[in-house]
């Protein structure tokens, strides 16, 4: 793994369309759809813990699918 800083900023221009069909896509992925694309169950953590992140800024900005 490269050196990386220990945090960043991402921002990210969506249609309305877009963060729906991405809201509605982290609803519905679980751990095993991580898991099955990543090297060890760390990663598939990660992973889903990132995932968690952008969900939950989704919601902040209107998007939660029910």
């Known amino acids: ?6 945090e960043i900023f991402l921002m990210i221009q ?3 369309q877009e963060a ?3 809201a ?3 609803k ?6 991580f898991r099955s ?3 060890d169950d760390g990663e598939a953590h990660r992973m889903l813990n990132v995932a ?3 969900r939950k800024s989704l919601i902040q900005n ?3 699918p029910r």
């Not at 519905?28 to 759809?33: C, E, H, T």
């Open 37 to 39: 694309n990543a090297v």
């Open 28 to 33: 519905r992925v679980g751990y095993s759809d």
């Open 52 to 54: 968690e992140k952008v």
């Open 62 to 64: 209107g998007f939660n």
């Open 1 to 6: 793994m490269t050196s990386l800083p220990p």
């Open 24 to 26: 509605q896509f982290l």
């Open 20 to 22: 729906w069909d991405l």
């Open 14 to 16: 969506l249609s309305d």
